[in-house]
């Protein structure tokens, strides 16, 4: 699925517990672009309510 309006930049990540979980210090991440950019990924709608009921 094209998201349309989005960038992937990159996040330097700093906790050494998180590196050592994933392992990378660099994680991407969407950012809002001008709408002729696109990133592929995937959109998922939660409400406040299934949010809640998780917790």
Do not use: C, N, Q
């Amino acid at each position: 699925m094209k998201i349309v309006g989005y960038r992937l930049g990159e996040v330097v990540i700093t906790d050494p517990v998180v590196i050592a979980r994933s392992g990378s210090d660099r994680h991407l991440i969407p950012s809002p672009a001008g709408s002729s950019l696109w990133i592929e990924g995937s959109v998922f709608s939660l409400s406040a309510a299934a949010l809640a009921a998780r917790r």
